[in-house]
């Protein structure tokens, strides 16, 4: 992607993207967090173990914006529609078919710490999946799934 650089002087300057696995990975890496806001207290902080901070808002028409980085800077910020974002990488969706609009994007460091984060989000999205009011046995394996 091309922007024009502050100042009015007409320069391109070259911005870097980040990749649809990427974009994936931190919507779904939201989206567990944001059902992890309903937790006890004590267990909405498991995702940010890896020092990856991911927030989730969503707007009107489907719409859903994200912010990704450490705890103090934001080094990723994108909006899009939810669905897609999160099957984007598997199912082959374009950055235009997701409405992709990326407005802070900062390569670096904590992209390392993406993976390992998504990875912990699947774990505990299973044990969620799991938890059944009906069957109390499954409470345990949701709780050694969260720890």
Known sequence: ???MMPGGGGKVADKPEPNMKLISMVAFIGRVNYVLHSAPLRRRGHLNTYGLIVQRRVRGKGREYYEAGGRWITQL???GIGDRLVDA???GYSAKECELV???YNPGEWEKQVEPTYMKAKRIRAAIML???QHPETWNMKNEALA
Request: no cysteine.
């Open 1 to 3: 992607m091309q922007d």
């Open 77 to 79: 910020q994108f909006s």
């Open 102 to 104: 990326v407005t802070k």
């Open 131 to 133: 938890l059944d009011p």
């Open 89 to 91: 990488y598997e199912a």
